[in-house]
Structure formats: C-alpha cells, structure tokens
C-alpha cells in the first residue's frame, strides 16, 4: 500500500525557491507508478504541477514550467519539487499523489501549506 | 492549459438526484476517457471517487456515478445525502501528457 508524506519549510520569503520532498513508503519510487505534485490555494481549487515516471523526463503545468523542477531520489526512495522566483500567488497547500495502472490520483499525502511572505 | 469549467455551486434535497458538468475541449475530455472525480470535505484531503469516466473505486457508494458526452463529462449524485456535502473537482488527461482539473463544485444539501 502506497502512502506519502510530504515535508519543507512552511514559509519561503517572496522571490525565494520553495523546496519540497515526498517521502514514498510501502513501494518503490521505481515502481510503475507517475508521482505528482498538486497544489491548492486557500479557498480555491486544485491545481495540477507536474509529474514525474522513474526512468524520466518529467511533465509541467505549462503555466509554471519556466520555475519548476520535479526530480526523483531513488536512494531516498522519495521525489521532490522545486519552485523558484515565487510570489504570494504560489502559496498554497501543496499535495503529493501518485497514479498507478489508471489515470487517477489514487494517493494523496495529508498536505504541505507553504506561505509565500516576507 | 486552461482548467476544465465546472458549475460553481450545485445543491439539492436529500433524496434527491443533482448532476455536474465538466467542460473540456477536443484537447481534453473530448480525446480522452481518462475523466476522473474527487471529493474532498472542508480541510480533508481530496479523495478519487470515479476514474476512467465511469468506474467506481472499490469503497465508493454506486449513488455516484459517471459520464462522457463529447467534449463534457458529468458527475451524478443520486439519492443525494448530507455527506455529500463538499467540493467536487473533475480531472482529464491531456493531449499535451499532462493533466488538468476542474474549477470546482460546491455542493449543498439543503
């Protein structure tokens, strides 16, 4: 069974790079799962921002490509999400999932809530 | 990529049945069957109650269920209940290998 948590600094100063890991327990983050980072806004909706396969490259929301980085630690057994030059608008609860044989977001973690201030 | 258009708010008595519409284009929910929904209550994480358009997860009441017509997917609640009160958010696979969600429905059982 598949489970995640996520773990970062819960502020980042604006024009900073927010940095957050993805701890993977119970497979392999070599498995034949997509790992993906999601993110929520306070009060609004979710907002997909990349995954990533093990064996690479990995996909962006175009919106944020130019900022992001997504990676996978095989040695940790955990994958990670760069961000940077942010602003106020990049915070948000940033969620870590996975998807396996299907196209859904079958596993969530509980949620980073990264603020963007000063 | 533009987030798919959803309804912002839907509600209904309990009992009743109330639909939700996700609208894509041909880059999205038109190309693919790989239309899914989540719920997620007010501070919970999100939680996939469809997949593939129409499959339930093992777990899930066959009070929800699952469309596609065209460019539109939908999501309908039947028997609605007051646990059912939450957000919903619809989600497709892209042509461009990425996914995007939905703009989010709130609903309300009255």
């Known amino acids: 069974q598949v489970r995640l948590q996520e773990s970062g600094p819960g502020l980042v100063k604006p024009s900073g790079t927010l940095s957050l890991t993805c701890a993977v327990s119970?497979?392999?983050?070599?498995?034949?799962?997509?790992w993906t980072w999601v993110r929520q806004p306070p009060g609004k909706g979710l907002e997909w921002i990349g995954e990533i396969y093990h064996t690479g490259p990995p996909e962006y929301n175009p919106s944020l490509k130019s900022r992001l980085t997504i990676s996978v630690d095989k040695s940790k057994n955990q994958f990670s999400l760069i961000l940077t030059s942010v602003t106020a608008a990049d915070t948000a609860v940033y969620y870590c999932?996975?998807?396996?044989?299907?196209?859904?977001?079958?596993?969530w973690g509980q949620g980073s809530n990264v603020i963007v201030s000063s | 990529q533009s987030a798919l258009t959803q309804p912002a708010s839907v509600s209904g008595s309990p009992g009743q049945s109330i639909t939700i519409s996700c609208t894509g284009t041909s880059s999205d929910v038109g190309t693919y069957t790989y239309v899914s929904w989540y719920q997620q209550h007010p501070g919970k994480v999100p939680q996939f109650i469809i997949y593939d358009v129409n499959k339930r997860p093992s777990g899930v009441s066959n009070r929800f269920s699952g469309s596609k017509s065209g460019n539109t997917a939908s999501l309908t609640i039947s028997g609605l209940q007051p646990e059912d009160e939450a957000d919903y958010f619809c989600s497709s696979y892209t042509t461009h290998n990425t996914l995007v969600f939905g703009t989010g429905t709130k609903v309300s059982v009255l």
């Open positions: 999932a996975s998807r396996g044989d299907y196209v859904v977001l079958d596993v």
């Open positions: 119970g497979v392999s983050v070599t498995s034949t799962h997509w």
